[in-house]
C-alpha cells in the first residue's frame, strides 16, 4: 500500500472549470511536493510546502497538518493545464528522500 | 544553466547487456538521486547520494550499481540488464532550502530490454 495516497487517479474538466486534487499521507513529514509531469515526460516541482498555503498564479496548494492531508487547486483550469500531478512527501527524519503517490492524470478540453 | 541532464535519452537492450546512464547537472547540488517510473505505480527511489564520493540504496536498489565520482555527476549502472529493467528513468537533484529538499529532475531516460 502506498504510503501517499492521491484522488482522483483521472480527472477530465472542461476549460474554465475549478480543480480540486487530493492527497494524504499516513505519518509525520517535513514536506509536501506538488510535482507536474507533461506528456513527454518532464518533471517540474510547482509547490513544496510544510504548512498553511502557497500560490503561484492560478494553482494553489494547501496543507492541513493535523488531518495529513494535501489539496492542490487549479483555477480556470486551460488545456495547457492537462498534465499528470504528483505528491511526494519528505519524512521528518530523512529529508533528502520524497515518497511519491501513483499521480493524478488531469485533461482539460475546450 | 543546463540544469539537469541525462544520456541517453532512449536506449533499447538485450538481456544481459550492460550500460551506464549518466545524470549531470549545474547547480552545485549536493544531493542526487535515481528514479525509475514504471506504470500505475509512484516513482521509486533506486540509489542516491549526499555528496561526492558516496552513495546509498533507494527503495529498489537490486540490479543497479551506482557511482558520484564527480560532484556534479551521478552515474547509474545495469551490470546485466533483465526485461524487469524496463522503465523510464530520472535522475534529479537537490538542496536544502527551510530544511527542506526541493528536487529538480532531469528529462528522463526511455529503456527497453527486450
Known amino acids: 500500500k502506498n504510503e501517499v495516497e492521491q484522488s482522483p487517479q483521472n480527472l477530465t474538466a472542461q476549460e474554465g472549470e475549478f480543480i480540486t486534487i487530493n492527497c494524504s499521507y499516513s505519518v509525520g513529514i517535513s514536506a509536501l511536493h506538488w510535482l507536474q509531469q507533461h506528456p513527454g515526460g518532464g518533471i517540474v516541482s510547482l509547490f513544496m510546502l510544510s504548512s498553511g498555503k502557497k500560490k503561484h498564479g492560478r494553482l494553489i496548494a494547501t496543507i492541513n497538518i493535523q488531518e495529513k492531508h494535501s489539496s492542490l487547486h487549479i483555477t480556470a483550469s486551460h488545456p495547457r493545464d492537462s498534465a499528470v500531478y504528483i505528491c511526494a512527501v519528505s519524512y521528518t527524519g530523512t529529508a533528502s528522500k520524497l515518497t511519491f503517490g501513483t499521480g493524478t492524470r488531469l485533461q482539460v478540453t475546450l | 544553466n543546463a540544469g539537469v541532464t541525462q544520456t541517453p535519452k532512449f536506449r533499447v537492450l538485450k538481456t544481459g547487456q550492460s550500460m551506464t546512464l549518466l545524470c549531470a547537472q549545474d547547480?552545485?547540488?549536493?544531493?542526487m538521486y535515481w528514479y525509475r517510473q514504471d506504470p500505475g505505480m509512484g516513482l521509486r527511489l533506486i540509489h542516491y547520494?549526499?555528496?561526492?564520493?558516496?552513495?546509498a540504496k533507494g527503495e529498489v536498489p537490486d540490479g543497479y550499481n551506482v557511482s558520484r565520482l564527480k560532484k556534479q555527476n551521478f552515474l547509474l549502472g545495469l551490470e546485466s540488464a533483465a526485461p524487469s529493467q524496463t522503465s523510464v528513468y530520472f535522475c534529479?537533484?537537490?538542496?536544502?532550502?527551510?530544511?527542506?529538499?526541493?528536487?529538480?529532475f532531469g528529462p528522463g531516460t526511455r529503456l527497453t530490454v527486450t
Open positions: 547520494s549526499v555528496g561526492e564520493g558516496t552513495t
Open positions: 534529479a537533484s537537490s538542496y536544502p532550502r527551510d530544511y527542506s529538499y526541493e528536487q529538480y
Open positions: 547547480m552545485n547540488h549536493e544531493y
